[in-house]
């Protein structure tokens, strides 16, 4: 009966937001349904009743459910003797209606992805400083290239990451024992950056970045571009054009800029400005960045990039804005179960 399913899903809502889950029984959708009884033709009531009785059972065994799932989570004390968490234990939403967010969906298949290829991941750090995000990377100190980062700091000079690339000198020091061992150091390392941008349909203050990092003996720009395009193929499913035109990183020489032919759905037009999309930077890594994390560059080359994980993940399904994600949505979000 159909007013019946629309009173069940209704009845569950607000079981959900309830504090004492018992009270269900006097939600006002309970009562409409048994007042609603007087609507109902004689010869249908039989069938209604039985169907509002069955109801009832349902809700008593949610009841039944969250009592019994309270007895069993214990709180745990982690508190001073204050103690001013203590007490019962919090109510949770029921797991079969939570999801993950996407984002975690395609962070986590992007990383399965760069490990089937042989890249170790690693994590970024939410506050760093100017060694990792600037001067370990090639910046002299005054060069203008750190104004284009539009980076937090704090009073201290503490520094919120605004990029990944912060990662590099510490997983090149971390992994060199793989380089005497004849073994490439290669990771990525897929973590949130800040900056102070203007917020529009494609930026965002907090957003996803993916390194990677690939050092060894005689690397060159031909490794890069392999690299790059089987992970671009396998991460959206088809065989895409890719462009590297010449840009400018201080840590990179040469640097390029990265970007893959807009497949055709998501195209607003044919013109020559919708047929690329870039993606981010790439390059052959400095020879100054390599000595900073004690490499001879004489002896080691290799290869880094950085790409924005929304951007990605916006191009794959067409998402036109990239504040989606953080908007607590559920009707976008719910696109993705
Ligand atoms: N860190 C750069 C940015 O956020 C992107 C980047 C460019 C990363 C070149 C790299 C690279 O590893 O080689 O703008």
Request: hydrophobic fraction near 40%.
């Amino acid at each position: 009966m159909e007013e019946i399913e629309k009173a069940k899903i209704a009845l569950r809502s607000t079981f959900d937001t309830l504090e004492d889950k018992k009270q269900v029984f006097k939600a006002p959708e309970m009562r409409a349904l048994f007042d609603g009884m007087r609507e109902i033709a004689p010869e249908d009531r039989a069938a209604y009743g039985k169907a509002v009785n069955d109801l009832k059972t349902e809700v008593k065994s949610w009841v039944a459910d969250i009592e019994a799932a309270d007895e069993v989570i214990e709180s745990i004390d982690v508190t001073a003797p204050q103690a001013i968490n203590a007490g019962s234990a919090p109510s949770f939403l029921p797991s079969a209606q939570g999801s993950q967010h996407p984002l975690t969906t395609e962070i986590n298949y992007i990383c399965d992805i760069f490990q089937r290829m042989g890249f170790v991941v690693e994590e970024s750090r939410e506050i760093d400083d100017d060694f990792h995000m600037f001067e370990s990377l090639n910046f002299p100190e005054d060069h203008p290239a750190r104004d284009d980062y539009d980076t937090f700091m704090t009073d201290e000079g503490l520094i919120a990451p605004a990029h990944t690339s912060t990662m590099q000198n510490r997983i090149i020091k971390k992994y060199t024992s793989n380089l005497d061992a004849g073994e490439p150091i290669s990771a990525v390392v897929p973590d949130r950056v800040f900056r102070n941008e203007d917020l529009d349909a494609t930026h965002e203050h907090t957003f996803y970045q993916i390194e990677g990092i690939y050092v060894s003996k005689a690397v060159n720009v031909g490794n890069l571009i392999a690299t790059l395009e089987s992970y671009m193929s396998e991460y959206f499913r088809q065989k895409l054009k890719t462009k590297l035109q010449p840009f400018y990183f201080p840590f990179t020489e040469p640097s390029f800029e990265f970007a893959i032919e807009r497949p055709d759905v998501l195209k607003k037009d044919n013109s020559e400005e919708q047929k690329w999309l870039e993606l981010g930077g790439c390059g052959m890594i400095h020879p100054n960045v390599m000595k900073s994390a004690g490499l001879d560059p004489e002896v080691y080359t290799g290869f880094a990039f950085g790409f924005g994980i929304e951007r990605m993940v916006m191009m794959k399904y067409g998402i036109e804005d990239v504040r989606h994600f953080e908007s607590a949505n559920l009707k976008f979000l719910r696109q993705f179960r």
